[in-house]
Antibody
Framework: QLQLQESGPGLVKPSETLSLTCSVSGGSVSSSSYYWGWIRQPPGKGLEWIGNIYYNGKTYYNPSLNSRVTISADTSKNQFSLILTSVTAAETAFYFC?????????????WGQGILVTVSS | DIQMTQSPSSLSASVGDRVTITCRASQTISRYLNWYQQKPGKAPKLLIYGASSLQSGVPSRFSGGGSGTDFNFTISSLQPEDFASYYCQQSYSNPGTFGQGTKVETK
């Protein structure tokens, strides 16, 4: 059974960099069948796709964040990471790492439990 | 980006009720429409993919339909564990945008 687990600081200062890691167990980030991605959700609000990475290192980023976001993978540790620079208070949110199918309608079949990141001084 | 308009934003219902939620895409997305359930403090859970296919392990009281731009999601007989928020998501093109959600509350 696949499991995803987010880790990282729960508090980030405005204008600084948010950095999160997703550890994958029961599956491999090197699989060509999936994308590995990040989605965020401000408390009490809706869901926003941040971006994803494919096994060959190809990435997609939401254009609304494009210049500030980087997603990378470490296949030796079976992890992938999110870096978001110059954060603001409006980016306080639950950050979820997810697995998205390449085929099968691009469904998201696994989610991490989510990690709350608060942006505040 | 493709905009997803979900309605209603909330509804009140009783156990045993039939509940229907609609989702409209700003452009055609074929059948690339998925439905998720989210309970407070938890990650979303996939219920329906490809507009009408039931994810493995999901009860048959959940169903979905539609294609193109108009989609629907139905709970045939609401159970106590179904009080939650529901989101549609298009996976036709990046970014995979979500509807704003529907909160199903007890009447």
């Amino acid at each position: 059974q696949l499991q995803l687990q987010e880790s990282g600081p729960g508090l980030v200062k405005p204008s600084e960099t948010l950095s999160l890691t997703c550890s994958v167990s029961g599956g491999s980030v090197s699989s060509s069948s999936y994308y590995w991605g990040w989605i965020r959700q401000p408390p009490g609000k809706g869901l926003e796709w941040i971006g994803n990475i494919y096994y060959n290192g190809k990435t997609y980023y939401n254009p609304s964040l494009n210049s500030r976001v980087t997603i990378s993978a470490d296949t030796s540790k079976n992890q992938f990471s999110l870096i978001l620079t110059s954060v603001t208070a409006a980016e306080t949110a639950f950050y979820f790492c997810v697995r998205k199918q390449v085929t099968i309608f691009g469904l998201i079949d696994y989610w991490g439990q989510g990690i709350l990141v608060t942006v505040s001084s | 980006d493709i905009q997803m308009t979900q309605s209603p934003s909330s509804l009140s219902a009783s156990v045993g009720d039939r509940v229907t939620i609609t989702c409209r895409a700003s452009q055609t997305i074929s059948r690339y429409l998925n439905w998720y359930q989210q309970k407070p403090g938890k990650a979303p859970k996939l219920l329906i993919y490809g507009a009408s296919s039931l994810q493995s392990g999901v009860p048959s009281r959940f169903s979905g339909g539609g294609s193109g731009t108009d989609f629907n999601f139905t709970i045939s007989s609401l159970q106590p564990e179904d009080f939650a928020s529901y989101y549609c998501q298009q996976s036709y093109s990046n970014p995979g945008t979500f509807g704003q959600g529907t909160k199903v509350e007890t009447k």
